[in-house]
């Protein structure tokens, strides 16, 4: 599956965003997905998955009550609704997906095989 991330933009502390991650194929139904980002000069981190249904989610810390995370199979789209956004939550977005035996999505990278672009997200204070 090839997955794009779009949907970054600058913003006013505050503010809010909804960056997308399209994918192609027909599997992108049956993988959890996720949404990383990578600040400057630090390492990627974990930010929300969602289970090939959608029925069960994991967040960060960070983002609880924030963000939400949701997916649209027969549009093979899956979406981070991010509000409160803070300067701290500036870096560039990566959605990634893989297809899982677990009961609850992965927050480990090395879990995820399919990587999309990233997107940009800066947070203005």
């Known amino acids: 599956v090839q997955l794009q991330a779009f949907g970054g933009g600058l913003v006013q502390a505050g503010g809010s965003l909804r960056p997308s991650c399209a994918g192609s194929?027909?599997?992108?139904?049956?993988?959890?997905m996720g949404w990383f980002r990578q600040a400057p000069g630090k390492e990627r981190e974990f930010v929300a998955a969602i289970s090939w249904r959608g029925g069960r989610l994991h967040y960060a810390d960070s983002v609880k009550g924030r963000f939400t995370i949701s997916r649209v199979n027969a549009k093979n789209t899956v979406y981070l609704q991010m509000n409160s956004l803070e300067p701290e939550d500036t870096a560039v977005y990566y959605c990634a997906g893989h297809y899982s035996g677990s009961y609850s999505p992965s927050s480990k990278s090395t879990s995820y095989d399919y990587w999309g672009q990233g997107t940009l997200v800066t947070v203005s204070s």
């Open positions: 194929g027909r599997t992108f139904s049956v993988y959890d």
